[in-house]
């Protein structure tokens, strides 16, 4: 007897358990009905209860309904809705369309709340697979924070974050829906801080499949698929460019009231490590080196076009406005008038590299920026005499020539006129990559560890070969 009592007096709790939707929903459906209590762990009537689940969009049946009173008529019992009525809104067809559009665009707004959420925590405590925080009317919990593998995730002890700053955004928005009498749709936000991009759908098998493609987690802007096509490599049989040859280039591509500021011609060598640099999936930093800079190949570097075809990439122009930035890209041979090839790019500031092979000038350029960034990679030298007697040059224009730095490892591995000495010994690999190098001068971040910035660690091979074998690779570190 006591236990068919508590049956027809159920807590909050477990009405919400019922309808699939957490105790705050409840609670707010609960005030909205008039009836106010202490907590979700507060037993209700049956009248209530019933009240509360029609709410909450799930119809009492003979199971859940309170027993009629003995002295009530069937006739005069309230009807309930039949298994096939739904008591929950939904939005007319022409409605739909508008409405899945409104809920897009609410998801994506609130990626910057949780990327810099997650960001603060620190890379260290962050797993290496992207997170999604998601909404899941069918899941337990219907609230959540999994790992892109699906693993659980929960922000560690000491970090600062709660899994409340987390989910509540969420919540809020779905009550949005709920005020509306219509069942909030299910949502799965992913966030990758390591590569700074997200996406989202509508649930985690959405989300790898990742249909929506990726966002900057910051400025919303699109971001171009990852590149699964060749990358981009040089052009060792084309023709070479001498600093004379520039000049030519420049001013082919160039009218009075608009001309780059600089020139700058990469060397040969430089070009292949930046190529070689863009063997792996790190996300460089886009820092511009010049705002309006021509930047001249000494060879072109084939590039991938989506067709499957190559082009071969003589020079990329990149001027940066106030609010804009443009990158237009050039071919061109030795006496030949330039011929722009591929799309004219356009985008707001801040410029942010895209890694695709749509648009692999931007992989090139960003990595070139972040070696001369790195100390002790490249050297510069002014080349002023390469418009000597040609006319319309301006004072300003004079070339940059910009190499691999003479004496360091990444000339041992790059430059031509760089010999390997010592002894006579058994050949072994340097794999090149980029590292993470901690900064302690740059600062340190919430978390209190120094900021991080990539650096590049040369690839060759040293040693003689003639002697031995290539033995297992190496790792030199080089200290910028």
Do not use: C
Request: glycine share 8%; proline share 9%; aromatic share 6%.
């Amino acid at each position: 007897m006591r236990h068919h009592q508590r049956m027809d007096r159920p807590r909050v709790f477990e009405v919400a358990n019922e309808a699939k939707t957490d105790v705050r929903t409840a609670m707010a459906a609960l005030r909205r009905l008039g009836v106010e209590v202490a907590g979700p762990t507060v037993r209700i009537n049956g009248d209530v209860a019933a009240q509360l689940r029609m709410s909450l969009g799930r119809p009492p049946t003979a199971a859940t309904a309170p027993a009629p009173p003995a002295d009530v008529p069937a006739s005069k019992l309230p009807r309930l809705p039949r298994p096939t009525e739904r008591p929950t809104k939904r939005p007319k067809s022409r409605q739909q369309g508008i409405l899945r559009a409104e809920h897009a665009e609410a998801v994506k707004a609130l990626i910057p709340t949780l990327y810099a959420a997650l960001e603060g925590v620190g890379s260290g405590s962050l797993p290496d697979s992207p997170l999604v925080v998601f909404h899941d009317g069918e899941a337990h919990p219907h609230y959540g924070v999994r790992t892109l593998g699906g693993d659980s995730w929960r922000p560690p002890a000491g970090s600062g974050l709660s899994m409340n700053t987390l989910l509540d955004p969420l919540r809020a928005l779905d009550r949005r829906y709920v005020a509306k009498g219509w069942t909030p749709p299910n949502v799965a936000i992913a966030i990758d801080v390591t590569r700074r991009r997200a996406w989202h759908g509508r649930s985690l098998a959405a989300v790898r499949k990742n249909e929506t493609g990726h966002f900057d987690p910051v400025t919303l802007r699109a971001l171009a698929r990852a590149s699964t096509g060749q990358a981009p490599r040089l052009a060792h049989r084309a023709q070479l460019f001498a600093p004379s040859h520039v000049p030519f280039l420049r001013d082919g591509i160039s009218s009075p009231g608009d001309r780059p500021e600089e020139t700058f011609l990469l060397h040969e060598e430089l070009l292949r490590l930046a190529v070689d640099s863009l063997d792996g999936d790190e996300q460089l930093d886009p820092t511009p080196v010049h705002i309006n800079g021509l930047w001249t190949f000494a060879r072109p570097v084939i590039m991938r076009r989506p067709d499957g075809s190559d082009r071969h990439v003589r020079a990329v122009w990149y001027r940066q406005g106030q609010v804009v930035w443009r990158m237009r890209t050039y071919a061109a041979g030795v006496g030949n008038d330039p011929k722009e090839v591929g799309e004219r790019l356009v985008g707001t500031l801040p410029f942010v590299a895209v890694w695709d092979e749509d648009r692999p000038e931007q992989k090139l350029l960003a990595a070139v920026w972040a070696l001369m960034a790195q100390g002790g990679v490249t050297e510069s030298e002014r080349d002023a005499g390469s418009q000597d007697g040609h006319a319309g040059a301006l004072p300003h224009e004079s070339l940059v020539v910009v190499r691999v730095k003479a004496g360091t490892d990444h000339a041992k591995a790059y430059r031509a006129d760089e010999g390997v000495p010592g002894e006579a010994r058994p050949a072994w690999s340097v794999r090149g990559h980029w590292r993470k190098q901690p900064y302690p001068s740059l600062g340190y971040d919430e978390a209190g560890d120094p900021v991080t910035k990539l650096i590049w660690i040369a690839s060759y091979t040293k040693g003689d070969e003639a002697v031995g074998a290539v033995a297992d690779d190496k790792v030199i570190s080089i200290h910028a």
